[in-house]
């Protein structure tokens, strides 16, 4: 049976994509692409891509991002000749407000899980103190009870003793439409939980970016478990389910 083809860029060892080693301003051929390369199978949707980035408003977004990008890293001398290094100098929140700051926003809003509320506040308070108008909505907006979404009480996060106690739904749509209402600039995704973050993104009508995820394990860098994956700690993730054996 013949092998079905799909993008499979995760796969991929040449990387012509980015031929960040390679001299010269020209990059390889396509046809030195593997047959998993997205290049390969879908030019059409990419050429329909790529023609966005004449519209000027988004052509200058991402101009200013690819700017941004650079100017996290700085050329150092690397100890060893006359050659030189490179390092990186700024943490994802410094560089989210130098960002804010090219594209001339006024206009910040944080959506942000109330288990993250002390982070919030520090949050609010810097970008406010570098000249932002900060409108920021707690994931428990509008105290809605977890039953209007069919959660049992027994199925909440009390468990049977929950029973006795209310619990309001986590409330996505709602940050996603109160910061579209007040005609944020940019939204920040604060700690908002796997698939309520999904219903925020799919509301939400402002530019966006991601601060923070949430990870409940791991201080909300979801990334650990990818490193620790070869580990006995993690491991488990790498293997296939039973069923699937």
Not at 57 to 82: H, M, N, T
Not at 177 to 190: F, P, R, T, W, Y
Request: glycine share 8%; proline share 5%.
């Amino acid at each position: 049976m013949e092998r079905e083809l799909y993008p499979m860029c995760a796969k991929c060892a040449k990387r012509i994509c980015d031929p960040y080693n390679k001299i010269g301003t020209e990059p390889p051929s396509i046809k030195e692409a593997p047959a998993i390369c997205s290049m390969r199978l879908k030019p059409d949707v990419i050429k329909k891509a790529v023609a966005e980035y004449e519209r000027e408003d988004i052509k200058e977004f991402a101009r200013l991002a690819s700017l941004q990008e650079a100017e996290c890293y700085e050329w150092v001398p690397s100890g060893v000749g006359d050659r030189l290094g490179i390092r990186t100098k700024f943490p994802r929140v410094e560089e989210t407000i130098q960002f804010a700051h090219k594209m001339g926003y006024n206009k910040l809003g944080i959506a942000f899980c109330i288990g993250l509320g002390n982070e919030a506040r520090i949050l609010d308070r810097m970008l406010e103190n570098r000249g932002f108008q900060v409108i920021s909505v707690c994931c428990k907006v509008g105290r809605i009870d977890k039953e209007k979404i069919g959660v049992k009480r027994e199925e909440m996060i009390g468990g049977p003793k929950g029973k006795l106690y209310y619990e309001s739904m986590c409330n996505p749509i709602t940050q996603a439409e109160i910061l579209n209402s007040e005609g944020v600039d940019l939204a920040i995704l604060l700690g908002l939980c796997v698939g309520h973050d999904s219903l925020f993104i799919r509301y939400c009508h402002v530019p966006m970016t991601v601060l923070a995820v949430k990870d409940r394990v791991f201080g909300h860098n979801p990334l650990a478990a990818i490193y620790l994956s070869s580990s006995v700690y993690y491991g488990r993730l790498m293997t296939q389910p039973a069923e699937k054996r």
